[in-house]
């Protein structure tokens, strides 16, 4: 990925989880409808990854049954100014070192808790529930069909059984998983703030669904004054622990009780779509830079009525990913390599026909970058409309 697909994807991905998250923030946070806020915020997460790839359109329009045509001027590429900038770095590339980084990270974590869970031995059995006891060392927690107890704590065979309960609807409804889903976009788009503010929503969910299991047909006093008399104890990344910091608010949803107000769930589903469809009638969203084209005469479109031939965004963007290729330049081959693109009223590649080429290593070069090209859209009596665009690509090697 460079930085002409990078940026605009990236710019995208923030707007659907920022406006998805304030969404949740202000209409459904505190709703007691957990398993739908649960879904909602599953449903943002994996939405968020996949509008900005979304493209609501159908096939090229033939309204006229012709295509209007433009020639560029030659784009050149010699082999001395790609050698000068042979290897650049793309924020896609910083992107993708972090994101290792934090995957090794991840995997680091996950062996350490792997590790503790052996240190812990055999389960043995609270009530009657098996759990790895910790000795202290970790706070009463749950990870995947793990249950951590912490034997020192002193309670009641009551308070036990809400804890298990508690923990033992972490595991039934594989809270876990939900974690390590956000663990992932975590590493991946590190870089976007609301991925985290999502996972902390996600994690004080878990907490009201378990909350709300341990209660059943327990005092729900009884088990606030649990929340409030116990401490925060060690605690190890990835597992859900039983006292949560968000203990106020578990407090005020246990003992809520507003009715649900279904309106605000039916609202969610327009907001996404419209999303969705904002998402894909994108324009380019990086800055554009209008490219600047050798001087000469330019050749006449074809079609009638053409007010605004199609303008080249990310040109020189896409000519330096070309560059030239190393077995070209040492077996000296250069020349002419000409393409006829078709691209859409949004200024969109579609699909593309080799004309002539010197050779069949730059025809691979160009062809392999020529989908990435994006331009201002050409307009048709003040619409945009369809083109084919034929891009001659000039290689030189110069003495």
């Known amino acids: 990925m460079t930085n002409a697909t990078f940026f605009p994807y990236a710019l995208e991905l ?16 505190r709703e007691n409808r957990f398993v739908w806020n649960r879904m909602f915020l599953l449903a943002l997460s994996a939405l968020a990854v996949l ?7 159908g096939s090229v329009p033939w309204s006229d049954g012709t295509l209007s045509e433009a020639i560029l001027e030659p784009v050149l590429i010699t082999a001395e100014e790609v050698g000068d900038a042979a290897f650049k770095i793309s924020w896609a590339m910083v992107s993708a070192a972090i994101s290792l980084i934090l995957l090794l990270r991840g995997g680091i974590r996950l062996i350490n808790l792997w590790r503790f869970r052996q240190q812990c031995g055999d389960a043995r059995m609270v009530l009657d529930t098996a759990c790895y006891f910790t000795g202290g060392k970790l706070g009463t927690s749950s990870f995947g ?25 972490h595991i039934r409804q594989r809270h876990s998983l939900d ?27 878990h907490e009201a669904l378990a909350d709300q299991a341990a209660i059943g047909s327990s005092d729900a006093n009884l088990y606030r004054q649990l929340l409030l008399k116990q401490w925060l104890r060690p605690r190890m990344a990835l597992t859900h622990e039983f006292i949560f910091s968000h203990t106020k608010h578990r407090i005020d949803m ?54 605004g031939e199609p303008i080249p965004i990310n040109l020189d963007e896409v000519k330096r990913e070309i560059g030239y290729p190393e077995e070209a330049r040492e077996g000296g ?67």
């Open 14 to 29: 923030l707007i659907v989880s920022g406006a998805g998250t304030v969404f949740y923030l202000l209409m459904l946070r």
């Open 51 to 57: 509008m900005p790839l979304i493209t609501w359109r």
């Open 145 to 169: 069909p793990w249950l951590f107890w912490d034997e020192t704590l002193e309670l009641t065979d009551v308070e036990k059984r809400q804890i298990l309960d508690h923990e033992g609807c």
């Open 179 to 205: 974690l390590l889903w956000m663990e992932v976009l975590l590493i991946l788009f590190w870089w976007n703030p609301a991925f985290y503010l999502l996972r902390s929503l996600m994690i004080a969910n």
């Open 254 to 307: 246990i003992t809520s009780h507003i009715q649900p107000r279904r309106w605000k769930y039916f609202l969610a589903l327009p907001l996404l779509l419209s999303l969705s469809y904002l998402s894909s009638c994108k324009q380019e969203l990086e800055v554009s830079r209008h490219i600047q084209i050798p001087a000469g005469p330019r050749i006449p479109l074809v079609a009638e009525g053409i007010d």
């Open 333 to 399: 081959e250069q020349g002419l390599i000409l393409l006829k693109v078709e691209i859409d009223k949004e200024g969109n590649y579609v699909s593309h026909e080799l004309l002539e080429s010197a050779s069949d290593i730059l025809a691979n070069a160009v062809q392999a970058q020529v989908s990435n090209v994006r331009f201002e859209p050409g307009t048709k009596d003040g619409q945009p409309t369809v083109f084919s665009v034929t891009i001659p690509f000039s290689f030189r090697l110069l003495n």
